[in-house]
């Protein structure tokens, strides 16, 4: 299968910073990303549909200037926490797939962001 | 909007058989996949259906009825690593955009 490599896979972080969170699609090309956040014991939420070269649409009640989202490229796609605060504390994790014929969507590893 | 519905937990003993039901409810429904999680991990594929039927795959079996909004994951010769969150996920609109059931804890006994 292809591998989407994300980048850290954890990160400790202080109240009120921001942090950055990479996800690479590395043997194909993904128009499109998508984030996820996952709390313990819970589902993954999505979180926003990120397509190269435009801006990202996000899922109702995810705030858009909190969660930057850019799809740079078509191997690249980047989500910032900004302003973190310890409720962000969470699993994000990225998708990608190798085009829009529903095909199956392969996953990064996962970050693991503590705000403390 | 989308409804989703699994059961929380399963419980089975290693070797058996069980069965994970999915029943959803989608605007513009695509097919519908199924992902293993274990804790603190990658979701990993396991099958896909956009078909009304069963699709096998060694060990593991969906089925999808598209008239009654319906799907289950059907694990056989069960393994302890089998333990782990079971997906439903159908696909909604375009894009490829997965929406993910709650999951089903599933713990395998020896």
């Known amino acids: 299968g292809a591998v989407v490599s994300q980048h850290p896979s954890w990160v400790i972080c202080k109240s009120g910073t921001s942090v950055k969170i990479e996800c690479r699609s590395l043997d194909f090309q993904a128009t499109t990303m998508f984030w996820y956040r996952q709390f313990p014991k819970q589902s993954l939420m999505l979180m926003a549909t990120s397509n190269e070269g435009s801006k990202a649409t996000y899922e109702q009640g995810v705030e858009k200037d909190k969660f930057l989202i850019n799809h740079a490229s078509l191997t690249l796609s980047t989500l910032t926490v900004t302003s973190a605060h310890p409720e962000d504390s969470s699993f994000y994790i990225c998708?990608?797939?190798?085009?829009?014929?529903?095909?199956?969507?392969?996953f990064g590893q996962g970050t693991r962001l503590t705000v403390v | 909007g989308q409804n989703i519905d699994q059961p929380t937990e399963m419980t089975a003993t290693e070797g058996a058989i069980v069965q994970i039901n999915c029943t959803y409810q989608t605007s513009g429904f695509n097919g519908l996949f199924w992902y293993q999680q274990h804790a603190g991990e990658a979701p990993t594929f396991l099958s896909y259906?956009?078909?009304?039927g069963l699709e096998e795959k060694g060990r593991f079996s969906s089925f999808l009825s598209r008239s009654k909004g319906y799907s289950y994951l059907l694990l056989k010769e069960l393994q302890m690593k089998d333990s782990a969150s079971y997906l439903c996920a159908p696909i909604s609109g375009g894009y490829n955009k997965l929406i993910f059931g709650a999951g089903t804890r599933l713990a395998v006994h020896p």
């Open positions: 998708s990608a797939t190798r085009d829009n014929l529903n095909t199956e969507a392969f």
């Open positions: 259906n956009v078909l009304d």
